[in-house]
């Protein structure tokens, strides 16, 4: 197979993306079954992983996105999160499941949490593709967890380092000299 040339070693392969996904798609259908899900993509790590498991999904839900920032163009959460893009339509009543691809230091989901019940979903909960829980800043209550991860850089299957490679269909480790 085709390994991009700054990425030092697969982390996770397609074929376990597609484990994992499949996995997480029957939790959250058995869960969902008599609820009003709306599904709220975090753009733009998510794109891959959401796509993949809403086609996984029996269950018919919508779906809107909401665009957020925190780290400002650095490799270190700033902390402060600022929405770019709001989503579309109410949230109220519903039972929102957000989309992320990775919680690092646990500000962008301790945010948006906080952000959804305000505007008084009747639940909010969480998917996440990876959990790097040595990076933790916040203590946040994660239901679904694709796969806890060690502190490496990843990059791949929406995920990026300086807006690249986040179209590599596996994820990979990045060569240290890359972004150092
Ligand atoms: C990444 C990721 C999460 C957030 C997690 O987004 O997609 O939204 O950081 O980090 P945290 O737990 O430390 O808050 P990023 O800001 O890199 O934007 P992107 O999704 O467009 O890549």
Redesign the pocket.
């Given at each position: 197979m085709f390994i991009n040339k700054d990425v030092e070693s697969i982390l996770v392969s397609e074929n376990e993306l597609r484990e994992i996904v499949a996995r997480l798609a029957g939790e959250i259908d058995a869960d969902y079954k008599d609820k009003d899900l709306m599904m709220i993509g975090?753009?733009?790590?998510?794109v891959l992983f959401m796509a993949d498991l809403m086609k996984a999904m029996e269950k018919d839900f919508s779906i809107d996105f909401v665009?957020?920032?925190?780290?400002e163009n650095g490799t270190e959460?700033s902390g402060r999160?600022n929405v770019l893009k709001d989503v579309s339509q109410s949230v109220e009543g519903k039972d929102l499941l957000i989309v992320?691809?990775?919680?690092?230091?646990?500000?962008?989901?301790n945010f948006l949490v906080q952000y959804f019940n305000a505007k008084k979903a009747k639940s909010v909960k969480i998917v996440t593709l990876f959990d790097k829980p040595d990076?933790r800043q916040v203590e946040i209550p994660v239901d679904y967890v694709g796969k806890v991860i060690p502190d490496v850089f990843i990059v791949g299957y929406?995920?990026?380092y300086s807006e690249k490679y986040r179209t590599l269909p596996y994820v990979g480790i990045l060569k240290h000299e890359i972004y150092s």
């Amino acid at each position: 197979m085709f390994i991009n040339k700054d990425v030092e070693s697969i982390l996770v392969s397609e074929n376990e993306l597609r484990e994992i996904v499949a996995r997480l798609a029957g939790e959250i259908d058995a869960d969902y079954k008599d609820k009003d899900l709306m599904m709220i993509g975090v753009l733009k790590g998510s794109v891959l992983f959401m796509a993949d498991l809403m086609k996984a999904m029996e269950k018919d839900f919508s779906i809107d996105f909401v665009v957020v920032s925190s780290y400002e163009n650095g490799t270190e959460s700033s902390g402060r999160v600022n929405v770019l893009k709001d989503v579309s339509q109410s949230v109220e009543g519903k039972d929102l499941l957000i989309v992320e691809d990775i919680i690092d230091s646990g500000n962008t989901l301790n945010f948006l949490v906080q952000y959804f019940n305000a505007k008084k979903a009747k639940s909010v909960k969480i998917v996440t593709l990876f959990d790097k829980p040595d990076r933790r800043q916040v203590e946040i209550p994660v239901d679904y967890v694709g796969k806890v991860i060690p502190d490496v850089f990843i990059v791949g299957y929406g995920l990026d380092y300086s807006e690249k490679y986040r179209t590599l269909p596996y994820v990979g480790i990045l060569k240290h000299e890359i972004y150092s």
